[in-house]
Nanobody, 114 residues
Framework: VQLVESGGGLVQPGGSLRLSCATS????????MGWYRQAPGNQRELVAT????????YADSVKGRFTISRDSAKVAAVNLQMNSLKPEDTAVYYC????????WGQGTQVTVSA
């Protein structure tokens, strides 16, 4: 199973970024897709996930600022719209896919700095 991440980069505080993750996995096998992040010296933590029935989960620290959505028109994908970014959002963001197994993307760097 392949996860292809895009987006990320450097943005000023208050700015926005959009992360996307597409998978070759059949949508009929997908249970949950989402994003986790890991800052230097910290453990990997949940950012946002979406069940394939549409229900979502967010970390308290991103509620109201980040929005996760899915797209299954052709290829299963999830998008993470990140608004009002803060320096503490700086981390490597990893796409996560759960079927009967679990898969991780290679990670994409998000840096929020003036």
């Amino acid at each position: 199973v392949q996860l292809v991440e895009s987006g990320g980069g450097l943005v000023q505080p208050g700015g926005s970024l959009r992360l996307s993750c597409a998978t070759s996995e059949s949508i009929f096998r997908i249970r949950v897709m989402g994003w986790y992040r890991q800052a230097p010296g910290n453990q990997r933590e949940l950012v946002a996930t979406i069940n394939w029935d549409g229900s979502t989960q967010y970390a308290d620290s991103v509620k109201g600022r980040f929005t996760i959505s899915r797209d299954s028109a052709k290829v299963a994908a999830v998008n993470l719209q990140m608004n009002s970014l803060k320096p503490e959002d700086t981390a490597v963001y990893y796409c996560n896919l759960k079927t009967l197994s679990e898969y991780w993307g290679q990670g994409t760097q998000v840096t929020v700095s003036a």
